[in-house]
């Protein structure tokens, strides 16, 4: 009996130590700092641009620091891409609620995301208008992930225009994916002309 107690305590020695809940927090916390500064970055400089060496640079980290976050540097490039998707869901899409509907829904969010230019989340504008032209040419999981992402803001549109023709304030024959279609479109060139100029008027000359 006493051996067995004697394994048992010496067993309990070797154990690995449990890391403590504040390791945990600290290195959910880190992990957070480096992608926000990395999607910060990407508008600036492109995915393509974004490497762990300029982004350790960037925020003051050694290169081993980030390497224990992400192993690659796709790993990086997606895990950023989720973190300006969760940015633009809270800052953009969430402010425009459910109720509205139709034509308000559609100028509600137009006007979320004009705000969110002008509060210069990111230095180079929508994260999204910079990062796509970048990753047309290039297939993979970035790609994918940014273009599924671009569908379900389109789909935003989609729904308001929908609600907006069994409202009877469209034509019952309006082709609503056109419609989606240039709508984004000219949000994105609205964003371009505000990176370029940071002229609000451009703003007030799409709404």
Not at 90 to 114: H, N, Q, T, Y
Request: charged share 25%; with cysteine; aromatic share 6%.
């Amino acid at each position: 009996m006493s051996s067995m107690k004697a394994e048992k305590n010496e067993n309990h020695e070797n154990a690995a130590p449990v890391p403590s809940r504040k390791a945990r927090a600290d290195g959910i916390e880190s992990r957070r700092t480096i992608l926000d500064a990395a999607a910060r970055l990407a508008t600036v400089q492109g995915l393509e641009g974004l490497s762990i060496g300029n982004l350790a640079q960037h925020i003051g980290m050694s290169k081993s620091g980030l390497y224990a976050h992400f192993k690659s540097k796709e790993e990086l490039e997606l895990a950023t891409i989720e973190t300006a998707a969760e940015i633009f869901e809270v800052d953009v899409i969430r402010k425009v609620p459910p109720s509205v509907e139709g034509i308000p829904r559609v100028m509600a969010l137009c006007e979320a995301f004009f705000e969110h230019l002008l509060r210069r989340i990111f230095p180079g504008g929508c994260f999204f208008a910079t990062v796509a032209a970048q990753l047309a040419p290039r297939p993979g999981r970035t790609r994918d992930r940014v273009m599924h992402l671009q569908s379900t803001w389109v789909a935003q549109f989609l729904l308001a225009l929908r609600q907006a023709r069994e409202a009877g304030d469209l034509p019952r024959d309006a082709d609503l994916h056109q419609l989606a279609f240039e709508i984004t479109a000219m949000l994105f060139r609205a964003n371009f002309a505000w990176i370029v100029s940071e002229d609000e008027g451009d703003r007030k000359s799409v709404v």
